[in-house]
């Protein structure tokens, strides 16, 4: 009974934060989605006009897209390359130590000087058109922030380069629980490199796979300070994400109620596809 008395003492302070910061938030986002409001005057109820106004908006459309563009592009090179970056530095050893450094440093950067440094090498003014400029390849020269697609590409770039690291290291956890015994025991039987990685790799490593590729689809689908660093939604609203439209919406057009109404739907679409990642590699899991 002391000993549960103590438990519940020390886990105490973590659950008033984790309430504070997170659930209470969660119900008002909830509540107000539900309202229309300016952030000022008196909150006015109108049921779900706002979740029925999802469905008919452009701009909310368009942000979409773009998060879906990203999300896929990112979760899809992250995943692979990181885990074909895993499978390298894991052979290597001991001697992978400062490769492993080097592609995880971007993690710990900040995401905001990340951000202001990529948009300075790839503005039209930027260390890169300079370069290609004194190297006289002025056709080459391009305003990459000028067009929806050019900017979507610097974004992605820009994600790929600061996520790649992290997942490689979860990658490269997964694949050091592998037994080598059961890399000896497919060499006896006869199999080659790809009957190692087919037959043994994928299916021991899911776990560390589920838990890169749910992270990468959460990551990407609320993504924004790279977003609003390089290319503040534009040109006019063509680079806007999700998050970056929810933030524009209530902070910056005061529709607190639509904003949230936005936000709780991205709840629900993030909550709905980690049960379904969760679901989906349970099944494919093999126990050891």
């Not at 990112?74 to 492993?100: D, E, H, P």
């Amino acid at each position: 009974m002391k000993k549960d008395k103590v438990s519940v003492l020390f886990a105490l302070p973590g659950g008033i934060i984790y309430t504070v910061l997170l659930v209470i938030p969660i119900v008002l986002a909830l509540a107000i989605s539900f309202t229309q409001w300016n952030g000022i005057s008196q909150i006015k109820f109108i049921g779900i006009e706002n979740y029925i106004r999802l469905f008919s908006d452009s701009r909310l459309s368009n942000a979409v897209s773009n998060t879906a563009i990203i999300t896929v592009v990112i979760v899809i090179i992250v995943n692979v390359f990181g885990l074909l970056l895993a499978m390298l530095l894991n052979q290597a050893g001991k001697r992978s130590n400062i490769f492993r450094t080097m592609f995880f440093l971007p993690v710990v950067l900040s995401a905001v000087a990340v951000s202001f440094i990529w948009k300075s090498i790839l503005s039209y003014t930027g260390v890169y058109n300079n370069l290609l400029e004194s190297l006289g390849l002025v056709g080459w020269i391009n305003n990459y922030f000028g067009s929806r697609t050019g900017a979507l590409v610097c974004i992605c770039i820009v994600e790929v380069w600061r996520a790649l690291g992290f997942h490689m290291v979860l990658y490269l956890a997964a694949l050091q629980t592998v037994p080598q015994e059961l890399y000896e025991a497919c060499i006896v039987d006869g199999g080659n490199a790809w009957d190692k990685f087919k037959s043994v790799t994928m299916p021991l490593i899911v776990p560390g796979a589920t838990v890169s590729i749910l992270m990468s689809i959460i990551n990407e689908l609320r993504v924004y300070d790279v977003i609003k660093i390089m290319t503040d939604g534009g040109p006019g609203y063509d680079t806007e994400s999700i998050v970056y439209n929810i933030v524009a919406r209530g902070f910056g057009n005061n529709q607190m109620g639509y904003s949230s109404a936005i936000a709780v739907a991205l709840f629900i679409v993030i909550g709905s596809i980690s049960v379904f990642v969760m679901n989906r590699s349970s099944k494919l899991e093999v126990e050891l």
